[in-house]
């Protein structure tokens, strides 16, 4: 089973996925192919971040 990617490394994706698409030769049908790729990383960063606030918040009600 894989592993969850980190945020760095969805964002390391993100960044390969937006310079492949600004490839002039790029089919319309890769492009997007690409785009799903990258709405699907962000939706996960979104999540990643949502979880980790949510921590936090926990640790500074805990806290106060």
Excluded: A
Excluded at 22 to 35: A, G, H, M, R, V
Excluded at 52 to 64: P, R, T
């Amino acid at each position: 089973m894989e592993s969850k990617k980190t945020i760095e490394e969805n964002f390391e994706e993100i960044e390969t996925i937006i310079k492949n698409m600004q490839d002039e030769n790029i089919t319309l049908d890769k492009s997007f192919e690409l785009y799903h790729q990258g709405l699907n990383l962000v939706k996960d960063c979104n999540s990643q971040i949502d979880k980790i606030e949510k921590q936090i918040k926990i640790i500074n009600e805990e806290q106060s």
